[in-house]
Antibody, heavy 121, light 108 residues
Framework: QVQLQESGPGLVKPSGTLSLTCAVS?????????WSWVRQPPGKGLEWIGQ???????NYNPSLESRVTVLVDKSNNRLSLRMTSVTAADTAVYYC??????????????WGQGTLVTVSA | EIVLTQSPGTLSLSPGDRATLSCRTS???????LAWYQHKPGQAPRLLFYGTSNRATGIPDRFSASGSGTDFTLTISRLESEDFAVYYCQRYGSSPLYTFGQGTKLEI
């Protein structure tokens, strides 16, 4: 079963750039077409950030699109998330997730444990 | 933007009880594009159902899900202690592509 593990700095300064990596193990990035990043601010619900196809196509949440970049590195079996101009509102647990490899349906069937990113000076 | 409204916000039940959780969408959602997740503190969310009613791998059959259009339901027939968690519905559609409900907290 594929496993995902997020990593990156736990503290980012306001106006700085958040950079996270999601390592995929137990399977290939090619095991699914789409992969997403999702976040959860403290005490709040889940918010979808963006997705990337294994071929590199991306889609983003319009509320974040101007600040977010998602990349895929198939040779190293990992994804990355970059978010610029962060504020305290970007403090959250960030998850990467795999879209279920079933056509024409919805479900994120594998998730990382999540990594807490705090935006603070 | 499609809004997903989950009710109740909090559901207080006991082991052995039946739980019924609702997810209503502000616009009709294709049944293929509605999913349910279980989320416990400090853990990864767990996919329960995809495509409205297709049970994900390893999900016990005391969990069931149904619905169409704008009304979707997750049912847990006989609660076990491990089922107490927050449950989210999710839909795929127009921008943003994916939206989650605000969650239902199932507590003892």
């Amino acid at each position: 079963q594929v496993q995902l593990q997020e990593s990156g700095p736990g503290l980012v300064k306001p106006s700085g750039t958040l950079s996270l990596t999601c390592a995929v193990s137990g399977g290939s990035i090619s095991s699914a077409n789409w992969w997403s990043w999702v976040r959860q601010p403290p005490g709040k619900g889940l918010e979808w950030i963006g997705q990337i196809h294994q071929a590199g196509n991306t889609n983003y949440n319009p509320s974040l699109e101007s600040r977010v970049t998602v990349l895929v590195d198939k040779s190293n079996n990992r994804l990355s998330l970059r978010m610029t101009s962060v504020t305290a509102a970007d403090t959250a647990v960030y998850y990467c997730a795999r879209h279920i490899p079933v056509t024409n349906t919805l479900g994120f069937d594998s998730w990382g444990q999540g990594t807490l990113v705090t935006v603070s000076a | 933007e499609i809004v997903l409204t989950q009710s109740p916000g909090t559901l207080s039940l006991s082991p052995g009880d039946r739980a019924t959780l609702s997810c209503r969408t502000s616009q009709s959602v294709g049944s293929a594009y509605l999913a349910w997740y279980q989320h416990k503190p400090g853990q990864a969310p767990r996919l329960l159902f995809y495509g409205t009613s297709n049970r994900a791998t390893g999900i016990p059959d005391r969990f069931s899900a149904s619905g169409s259009g704008t009304d979707f339901t997750l049912t847990i027939s006989r609660l076990e202690s491990e089922d107490f968690a927050v449950y989210y519905c999710q839909r795929y559609g127009s921008s943003p592509l994916y939206t989650f409900g605000q969650g239902t907290k199932l507590e003892i």
